[in-house]
């Protein structure tokens, strides 16, 4: 590799060992020979580091950083100090991509000479080998007609035409260097910031409708499966997008984008989260983050997916139990379709008198654990305010119950 490599990769490392490989294999293959390749070892503790030594021997084009762990958004930071490419890829351990990946996204960047250019996806499943195309990743019928083009030709949904991640892009270096762009230091959501701020900072976005990434999920050691532990992430990139879009002097003029992008997250994450954090999200998102981006203050109509706000004025209007009854009858356990609610063998359990002793019983003993749990991860404020919400939902709940016995 003679002088400056057309494209740096970028790729943060931890505990990837079973993967690595594949990912490894599909980035040296590619038909773009001119490419650095920067590994960034986040403090790995299997066979990642030397997965990583044994392909750094035999590639030159293969640069091995090591760090304790701090997380992907560190990781990349990292790799964009010390690249040398012309262009920066953002790709992730776990997936897989087609080898003229970097060659296409490479061309269509020189020749239409793009900030940024967005490729489409597919998605594999570890669980069951299948693969999967990614229409909605980006959504075709939000695009302007033009190509290139900036976040003025797609104003109402600069912030929902595409998906936050960064891996499907491909960044200009001097771009990206010039305006500053980095990624947080989030467990989860670390590249949000980065995605969104850098669409608005561009003055040169392309789409290519080529699927170029295998994107692997059901993962069970990928960031996304251990959310439950930083479930505020998502929204302080938000807060730190709003804060960036109003030292731009441009929120006003981008405001309803962004609120529609505040409620897919909101909706995202309670439809998304395990249960050991999904009431601490609901009553997070109801009694703070509605009113924190003042998603309350605007009408119906000023949002895009009616289902969306929808479902966060069933949040806003109901104490948790009354919410997951109401979600409980909307899903479909059964092969035949029928609701769970209607489920002759549910009802039974449920009107049972074990179900409801076994229910009384084991309450206090939960809610005392949970209780400490919330003071550990929230703070004793945040705790006794959710506390006082609980005790008024119970007392609510036993007015219905002595009115109806």
Known sequence: MNGRPKVTVIIPIY??????????????????????????????????????????????????????????????????EIAKGEYLSFLD????????????????SKTKNTDITICRSKRYNNETNDYEPMNWSIKKSLLPE??????????????????????????????????GLYFQNLTTANDAFFV????????NISVIDDILICHRINNNKS???????????????????RDELKSMHIYKEVEQAFLNLVLNLCVWSINTIPSPVHEVLYYKLRNKYFK??????HPQDYFNKQSEYQQYLKIKNN????????????????????????????????NSWSFRIGSIIT?????????????????LKYTLKATILEIRRVFQILKVWLKHA
Request: net charge neutral; with cysteine; hydrophobic share 35%.
């Open 196 to 203: 969104f701020s850098s669409i608005v900072k561009a003055n």
């Open 15 to 80: 505990n990837v060992e079973k993967y690595l490989r594949q990912c490894l294999k599909s980035i040296i293959n590619q038909t773009l020979k001119d490419i650095e390749i920067i590994c960034v070892n986040d403090g790995s503790t299997d066979k990642s580091a030397a997965i990583l030594a044994e392909y750094a021997e035999s590639d030159s084009r293969i640069k091995v950083i090591k760090q304790e762990n701090k997380g992907a958004g560190s990781a990349r930071c990292r790799g964009i």
């Open 319 to 350: 104490y948790y139990s009354e919410y997951l009854c109401s979600e409980m009858q909307k899903q479909h356990y059964t092969t035949k379709g029928t609701s769970i609610s209607d489920n002759s063998d549910f009802k039974y359990i449920q």
């Open 292 to 297: 924190e981006f003042g998603i309350d203050q």
């Open 146 to 179: 033009k190509d290139p083009f900036s976040y003025k030709d797609v104003l109402q949904y600069v912030f929902t035409f595409c998906i936050g991640w960064a891996w499907d892009k491909l960044y200009k270096t001097s771009f990206v260097k010039t305006n």
């Open 363 to 379: 309450y206090l003993p939960h809610k005392i654990i949970g209780f400490f749990r919330c003071w550990k991860e929230y703070g």
């Open 93 to 108: 351990s776990d997936d897989f991509f087609e080898l003229n990946m970097l060659d296409k996204m490479y061309y269509n």
């Open 223 to 241: 960031l996304s499966q251990i959310r439950y532990k930083s479930v505020d992430d998502v929204f302080i990139a938000c807060v730190s997008l």
